[in-house]
């Protein structure tokens, strides 16, 4: 069965710095695009970037830009958001999901907290 | 960017009744090279990621109950739920996929039981 499951959410200070890892099982990672979708408490939900199987394409939304890098490993079958110079904005449960650009397969999802 | 509004924020239906839910985007997601509306629709429980329910605008996603049904072109898409059961109860987003970056999603509609 396909699961997609996601660590290193916690509570960082503005400023500071976190590295999210999703890791996939039960179906063939390197042959999917990959994302990132993020949803504030109690708001709605904000696509923040994607990657494809090669890594050659990169994409973020205007607010992350500069900030955040999406990456992978598909020998660890593994999709990674380094995430730097956090806001308070930027509090949310971060998603990863299967593709690029509509999402059939979520995880449950990393609560990040950006506060001092 | 382009921006998804949804109607109405909130609705409440009874049992068995229809359920309407309206998304238009501020410009078509009808991609002309393939005749494809680049839009879909999830839903979202409380303390569950969102669940994909229709892509390509009317295309259901496998294991979605046929209650479930997406019409529209160009501008204007609407979800139907033909028959409102309990576990509908959720939160629906609109997203669109035409433009990369960014994909953007509706604010959401919440959709209760009268």
């Known amino acids: 069965e396909a699961q997609l499951v996601e660590s290193g959410g916690g509570l960082v200070q503005p400023g500071g710095s976190l590295r999210l890892s999703c890791a996939a099982s039960?179906?063939?990672?390197?042959?999917?695009?990959m994302s990132w979708v993020r949803q504030s408490p109690g708001k709605g939900l904000e696509w923040v970037a994607n990657?494809?199987?090669?890594?050659?394409?990169?994409y973020y939304v205007d607010s992350v830009k500069g900030r955040f890098t999406i990456s992978r490993d598909n020998a660890k079958n593994s999709l990674y958001l380094q995430m730097n110079s956090l806001r308070a904005e930027d509090t949310a449960v971060y998603y990863c999901?299967?593709?690029?650009?509509?999402?059939?397969?979520w995880g449950q999802g990393t609560l990040v907290t950006v506060s001092s | 960017d382009i921006v998804m509004t949804q109607s109405p924020d909130s609705l409440a239906v009874s049992l068995g009744e229809r359920a309407t839910i309206n998304c238009k985007s501020s410009?078509?997601?009808?991609?002309?090279?393939?005749?494809?509306?680049?839009l879909a629709w999830y839903q979202q429980k409380a303390g569950q990621p969102p669940k994909l329910l229709i892509y390509?605008?009317?295309a259901r996603e496998s294991g979605v109950p046929d209650r479930f049904s997406g019409s529209g072109s160009g501008t204007d898409f609407t979800l139907t739920i033909s028959s409102l059961q309990a576990e509908d109860v959720a939160v629906y987003y609109c997203?669109?996929?035409?433009?990369?970056?960014?994909?953007?999603f509706g604010q959401g509609t919440k959709l209760e039981i009268k």
């Open positions: 410009q078509s997601v009808l991609h002309s090279s393939d005749n494809k509306n680049y």
């Open positions: 999901a299967r593709g690029g650009n509509s999402w059939a397969f």
């Open positions: 997203q669109q996929y035409y433009t990369i970056p960014p994909y953007t």
């Open positions: 990657i494809n199987q090669e890594q050659s394409e990169r």
């Open positions: 390509w605008a009317s």
């Open positions: 039960g179906f063939s990672f390197s042959s999917y695009w």
